[in-house]
């Protein structure tokens, strides 16, 4: 006999383990929300465009939002512990149609997120960084490789790179996947820290003298208020928006890669104490990453300005012909301007590019877990959730993930289609809204699975606590979409990108009805898979 | 069988599930699966028997405490004492009512829990088959099945002595046009659990059943544990202190399954084997010209995960992964 444990009596069997940490889940939820993207956008887009908004408390706000909508899902993850994100919660509260069309779009969202990783790490990253260097430590090379490798040619292969690299981290098994992302998370922590120690010992004054004494070769004397001058004359800091109005709608580039702290739905299953460990992780996650987003933009408004940063990225952005720095004016590089130092400014941008980095394995694995479920549910084809016996990994499923990233990096390079890839993520947020507001219902419609949850008998004023949450959840989803879909700078609601929306969705409902007419020829009745069978 | 469709003789339908440690909602729903799913044959794999004992103390005439997920809680009527232990039952645990003396008792004695134990479980086990009994009565539906690494001997007898379930272990057995290999049990576990091999002792059984088992084209084996190194085998890693190693949040895996199983299916090549034993190892393989597959389980969600196989003749002609 094992013994006595927690008030019953346990006997030696096999799978009596302990339950695993949360900051297991933390770990896992804030390598996907990708601290380093969040901040380089809300500064980079929010100061440029949303010129009389508070970015602190716009990315403060978007933390709170996203805590309701995590909580939402934790609602969902503890009543339904398993691996599978949106699909397991939607296969068992909606029709199985539409539960795999949600969960198409999410993963086309993810996708698309994918390959928009890629690209920004050399757009956003390497690029800018080489071309910094170059000018920083007055090397012509390092400005030519710059401008090289963001010409459209090289920017795709080299982003298609990327996701190979990626897809052979991940084909190769969990040991490789996990050495990849602990050698990514340290560079990006450590740069993070090295960016907020940077700006911590700099000033403003010594900011403006070492970028004026930089850049007066290549944009004339006092740059600095030159680029202010310049950006304001071309209309930059023009808006017909009040400051709250403008603070909510900044909130959307901290919204966007917030979405990773909810991202342990994917395993759910394989994460035992749901309730304490998801809860801790996924709301632990968005706190950290809300304080260290404030500390770093905090500084930077400090010690490089927010009207600067805004005046160079709007002219930098409208190619408007004003006056810019010659590369993108990301915090990174501008903190190593401050400094003069090519290393201090390389170092910088590595730890943004492993930011950017943690994504796209990340995102594969989120993509390949969903089509196992699916093809486990015989609603996709069954190599999409075959594991390879030699490699124990599902090479099929990452193969064809990284076919589409491929495709998706030819769209975003080539053609407008995609250039507004925020798009998908409103399509990703509509499908969580509509999986939350199932939620709300979740313990009516199906009592018989809700009554064995944990928190089937905690209610709040009467109501059950997953109603409850699932609807303030699913508010600050609405929230966001909406919020999005007025903001034509971070998605907007174009007709090419309504039309993109639809053929997602239709796509969707095609391929069920497609699978479950071709499963008919085979003898197999997919809505079995989503048939609870009777007790008595 | 009023339900089953009339299929030709050379093809079979069998619903298999394993794992179901003590949960009667997942056996009752296993057992209604045959009508549900249209299946001829039911298998269960082993592990049927449960990890726990609930012990509800009764505390005043109609009141009783007990421990619910690490919180005390009271019961004060006779009908939430029967909501609460149908809620333990459908866990799998095992809910006994005890006075203080004997909660006492069992909390001092190692061998008083063990008696215990062993009387709840074979219990368990006559319910169940009472409940198949009846459900399956005047149909052609039998229940086979083979015992895993965490069951009782004591459920052996029992089982045996039952008309609506062939029980069988370390033997094989027809199964209309096929025959069917029956080996329970596992290879080592950190848990020192009832019935555990060596490759080695796994390795004289396959050799001693393989002249039993006719054309490998018609062999199925129901073996409780899974061939090593495959998707099947993958579950959890644990360190010293059986506590799950998660590595960058990633709970970081190892593989558990026999490898003597392994070899035995490469080198006889049957045409399906049903494994179990890893609840985390839910998956369809080929090994050759096997296909192996292990529906995993959620039991104490009170979901019981299943597959569902159609055989004709020598081919697997459908394999269905289903959670019900």
Redesign the interface.
């Known amino acids: 006999?094992?013994?006595?444990d927690?008030?019953?009596?346990?006997?030696?069997?096999?799978?009596?383990?302990?339950?695993?940490?949360a900051l297991?889940?933390?770990?896992?939820?804030i390598?996907l929300i990708s601290v380093g993207i969040g901040v380089g956008l809300l500064m980079y887009y929010g100061a440029a465009y949303y010129p009389n908004a508070n970015i602190w408390a716009g990315s403060l706000f978007a933390c709170v939002l996203m805590g309701f909508i995590a909580t939402g899902m934790l609602m969902w993850s503890v009543t339904?512990?398993?691996s599978g994100g949106i699909y397991v919660f939607g296969s068992r509260s909606l029709a199985p149609w539409l539960a795999l069309t949600l969960s198409l779009v999410e993963i086309t969202a993810w996708q698309a997120m994918c390959a928009a990783a890629a690209y920004w790490i050399i757009t956003l990253g390497v690029g800018p960084a080489l071309g910094m260097i170059g000018y920083v430590g007055h090397m012509p090379s390092f400005v030519a490789a710059s401008d090289w490798i963001v010409s459209p040619w090289p920017l795709f292969l080299v982003g298609s790179a990327i996701l190979v690299l990626s897809w052979w981290v991940c084909i190769g098994g969990?040991k490789r996947?996990?050495l990849s992302?602990?050698i990514a998370?340290a560079i990006a922590i450590l740069g993070s820290a090295l960016l907020i120690g940077t700006l911590l010992i700099g000033s403003h004054d010594q900011f403006i003298a070492s970028f004026n004494t930089i850049m007066t070769p290549y944009i004339g004397a006092d740059s600095y208020a030159a680029i202010i001058a310049s950006a304001k004359e071309k209309g930059w800091g023009a808006t017909e928006f009040s400051p709250l109005v403008n603070t909510l709608k900044v909130s959307n580039w901290a919204f966007l890669p917030l979405i990773g702290a909810a991202f342990?739905i994917a395993?759910a299953?394989?994460?035992?104490s749901v309730s304490r460990s998801q809860g801790i992780?996924m709301l632990g996650s968005i706190a950290i990453t809300g304080l260290l987003w404030v500390t770093t933009i905090f500084l930077a408004n400090h010690v490089i300005g927010q009207d600067f940063i805004g005046a160079a990225s709007f002219n930098k952005l409208e190619a408007n012909g004003g006056l810019t720095t010659p590369a993108d004016p990301a915090i990174s590089l501008l903190a190593g301007v401050m400094f003069g130092s090519p290393v201090l400014t390389a170092l910088l941008s590595i730890g943004i590019i492993a930011w950017m980095w943690l994504w796209i394995p990340g995102m594969h694995t989120f993509a390949v877990r969903a089509m196992a479920a699916w093809a486990?549910?015989?609603i996709a084809p069954?190599p999409l959730?075959?594991?390879s016996?030699t490699r124990?990994t599902p090479v099929v499923g990452y193969t064809v993930s990284l076919i589409v990233t491929v495709v998706m990096m030819w769209l975003l390079v080539f053609t407008p289609v995609f250039s507004a890839v925020v798009v998908f993520i409103m399509m990703a947020i509509l499908a969580w809204s509509i999986i939350l507001l199932a939620g709300v219902w979740f313990p009516y419609t199906r009592p018989e699975?809700y009554s064995?949850s944990?928190i089937a008998n905690q209610k709040f004023l009467g109501l059950p606590v997953m109603s409850v949450y699932c609807f303030l959840g699913f508010l600050a989803a609405q929230f966001y979409f909406w919020n999005l879909w007025f903001d034509p700078i971070a998605a907007g609601h174009g007709t090419v990108q309504l039309e993109t929306v639809g053929v997602v969705f239709l796509a969707g409902i095609v391929f069920y009805f497609a699978m479950a007419a071709y499963r008919r020829t085979?003898?197999?009745d997919v809505r079995?898979?989503f048939?609870?069978?009777?007790?008595? | 069988m009023f339900w089953r469709k009339s299929v030709p003789k050379d093809e079979l339908t069998v619903f298999f599930a394993t794992d179901l440690?003590g949960s009667t909602?997942c056996f009752?729903?296993f057992v209604?699966?045959a009508q549900?799913?249209g299946a001829g044959t039911l298998v269960l794999g082993g592990?049927m028997t449960g990890?726990?004992?609930?012990?509800i103390t009764k505390v005043g005439a109609d009141s009783y405490v007990?421990?619910d997920?690490?919180t005390?809680i009271t019961l004060e009527s006779g009908s939430a004492l029967n909501d609460f232990l149908l809620?333990v039952d459908?866990k799998g645990?095992y809910g006994a009512v005890l006075t203080a003396d004997e909660k006492d008792e069992?909390?001092r004695s190692?061998e008083a829990?063990?008696r215990?134990?062993r009387r709840l479980v074979v219990e368990r086990v006559e319910e169940w088959i009472d409940f198949a009994s009846k459900k399956l009565a005047g149909s052609a539906v039998r229940i086979i099945s083979s015992p895993g690494?965490?069951d009782f001997f004591d459920i052996d007898e029992v089982l045996k002595a039952s008309d609506i379930v062939d029980y069988h272990d370390k033997e094989v057995t027809d199964l209309g046009n096929y025959r069917i290999l029956h080996c329970g049990g596992?290879t080592v576990?950190p848990?020192?659990?009832?019935r555990e091999y060596s490759e080695e002792q796994y390795a004289e059984i396959f050799d001693g059943l393989r002249d039993k088992i006719g054309a490998p084209g018609r062999c199925i084996f129901n073996v409780h544990v899974p061939p090593r190194?495959?998707?099947l085998d993958?579950c959890?890693k644990?360190d010293s202190?059986?506590?799950?190693v998660?590595?960058?949040?990633?709970?970081?895996?190892m593989h558990a399954g026999s490898s003597s199983v392994r070899e035995a299916i490469e080198d006889i090549q049957p045409l399906l084997g049903l494994h179990g034993?890893i609840?985390?190892g839910?998956?369809?393989?080929k090994?050759g010209r096997t296909t192996c597959v292990n529906p995993g389980s959620?039991y104490s969600?009170?979901v019981?995960q299943g597959v569902?196989v159609?055989l004709s003749g020598e081919k697997v002609?459908?394999v269905?992964?289903?959670?019900?």
């Open positions: 006999m094992a013994g006595s927690s008030g019953i009596f346990l006997r030696k069997a096999s799978g009596l383990v302990r339950s695993a940490s297991d889940v933390f770990i896992f939820n390598g339904l512990p398993r969990m996947f996990l992302q602990k998370f342990s395993i299953g394989e994460i035992k992780g486990f549910d015989r069954e959730g075959d594991v016996p124990h699975i064995k944990p085979q003898g197999i079995l898979a048939k609870e069978i009777p007790i008595e | 440690h909602i009752k729903k209604n699966a549900f799913y592990d990890k726990a004992i609930v012990p007990a421990t997920s690490g005390r809620k459908n645990f069992l909390d190692e829990r063990d215990l134990f690494n965490d596992s576990t848990w020192d659990t009832e190194d495959t998707a993958e959890p644990l202190d059986l506590k799950v998660f590595e960058m949040g990633n709970p970081a895996k034993h609840h985390e839910r998956a369809s393989i090994i959620l969600d009170g019981l569902l159609s002609s459908s269905q992964m289903l959670q019900g």
